[in-house]
């Protein structure tokens, strides 16, 4: 047993049902909860966009608050860096006489390759937590994932299980940690963005925020029982869960809502909506895993494609789409929506996209690099597999996935409501 050991927190800010942290309590005496805004993440991309825009650094920041708070109820302080990871670990290493350190395995290069750095001179133990599946548990090695969604979802579906939850400590054993302040968005060259009063939601950070949703959503409303009618929907806080911001930053886990999804079936009911948002969950597994099984390949224009079309990096046609000033409304009013409130919903997150790449003809990594700015949902599997997805270099069996726009539209805003709502906006995002 290690006596002291830091646990590292990333994109698991939670303490309940948290392989890592529960590891880590299990084989350290005493463990120093550490979370660092690492410098890297406001850097820009090689488009010139900072990577993480103020509605994620607010969300963030909420989050951490929150893990914060949680640690004190347990009379533990939350050590907070802003800086290099890398750094902040040895020297944290050496203060506290420890070359210990846990924290949950990501599987894209930038993190990857920051888990290597530390590698070099602490001893790193990962576990995995981001996913509803173990990915020890699907029945398959990566290599042989499908290609194809539906075949992968059958097997796990047939074969694999669902791991029961990690209890949340009740203790914790350490001392000597002093308190240390959140960071402000000033801190990070950002002002808080205003709340737009047409944002579907507003989204606020945290584990408590994220039960408090899912009860809501579930128990409150009872909004889960209809979520495959409404999913499709852009107006308002309950045509789908709205769980995936929570979900990036790990405030909750694919689990938890998976086992409040069974108690739910158990105690109210079971239908095709409970059964379809689990359905989605599994979409988001699979991306990591493609991620898993492709390296870095999801961040290539080919994508999991040997050859890519021909596409412009036309920064004019990136502002005029992303300014939500193109020639089709539908288009304009998700990209306004994006931007001024730092959410889409799927149906337009697909329309956009699809527009970007087939109508505009402008390279794919560029709208995914826009989404990665704005979106508080980023994930670099579920954002850059839904664009090679859409882009044709991704999973899709079908050769052309263009979206008929105009359509979309009239089935999906067919009283023209959602654009209306989103119309005659001046946005200068000065690309
Ligand atoms: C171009 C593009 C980029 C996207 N980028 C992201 C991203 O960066 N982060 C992200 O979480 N989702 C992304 N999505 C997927 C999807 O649009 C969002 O997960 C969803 O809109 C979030 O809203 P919700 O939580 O209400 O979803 P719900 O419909 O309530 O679904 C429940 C959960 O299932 C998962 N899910 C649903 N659809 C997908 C999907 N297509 N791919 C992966 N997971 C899914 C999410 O975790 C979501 O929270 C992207 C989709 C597209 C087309």
């Known amino acids: 047993m290690a006596k002291k050991a830091i646990y590292w927190f990333r994109n698991d800010l939670r303490l309940n049902d948290n392989p890592g942290l529960d590891r880590a309590l299990r084989e350290a005496e005493e463990v120093i909860p550490v979370f660092v805004f690492d410098d890297w993440w406001w850097d820009q991309d090689n488009w010139g966009l900072v990577k993480t825009g103020p509605f994620r650094t607010k969300f963030l920041l909420e989050s951490v608050a929150d893990l914060q708070t949680e640690l004190r109820k347990l009379g533990v302080e ?99 940690l002093d308190a240390c302040e959140l960071p402000t968005m000033a801190d990070f060259g950002q002002t808080d963005p205003s709340l737009d009063p ?89 991306f990591r895993f493609v991620a898993m099984k492709y390296d870095d390949r999801i961040f290539w224009k080919a994508g999991i494609k040997g050859r890519a079309p021909k596409w412009r990096k036309d920064k ?43 109508d505009l003809g402008v390279d794919w990594r560029l709208g995914a690099s826009l989404f990665e700015h704005f979106l508080i949902d980023y994930d ?12 044709g270099v991704g999973n899709d069996p079908r050769p052309n996935r263009k979206f008929n726009t105009q359509l979309q539209a009239d089935r999906y805003d067919t009283n023209g409501k959602y654009r209306s709502r989103w119309s005659n906006e001046v946005l200068e995002l000065n690309l």
């Open 78 to 176: 939350l050590q907070l860096f802003k800086g290099d990871t890398v750094k902040v670990l040895k020297d944290l290493s050496s203060k506290h006489q420890t070359k210990t350190v846990y924290g949950q395995q990501e599987h894209t290069q930038e993190e990857f390759e920051l888990e290597q750095a530390i590698a070099e001179s602490l001893t790193l133990h990962l576990e995995e937590g981001f996913t509803l599946y173990h990915p020890e548990d699907i029945p398959m090695d990566i290599q042989d994932l499908p290609d194809i969604f539906t075949q992968f979802r059958k097997k796990v579906e047939k074969y694999a299980k669902v791991r029961e939850l990690k209890a949340a400590p009740t203790t914790w054993n350490t001392s000597g």
């Open 198 to 286: 047409r944002a579907v939601l507003e989204f606020k950070g945290g584990a408590s925020e994220a039960k408090a949703r899912m009860d809501h959503y579930f128990w409150k409303t009872k909004k889960l029982s209809v979520y495959k009618k409404t999913r499709n929907g852009l107006i308002g806080a309950d045509y789908s869960s709205k769980f995936s911001p929570w979900l990036a930053n790990g405030c909750i886990s694919p689990r938890e809502i998976y086992w409040e999804i069974k108690k739910y079936e158990a105690q109210y009911e079971s239908n095709e909506s409970t059964y379809w948002l689990i359905f989605e969950l599994i979409w988001r597994d699979y």
């Open 316 to 358: 004019r046609l990136l502002a005029q789409w992303a300014e939500g000033r193109t020639q089709d409304e539908f288009v304009n009013a998700n990209m306004r929506e994006l931007a001024k409130t730092g959410f889409m919903s799927n149906r337009g997150r697909q329309n956009v996209a699809s527009y970007l790449v087939h």
């Open 380 to 391: 670099p599997c579920s954002n850059y597999g839904n664009w090679i997805y859409v882009a």
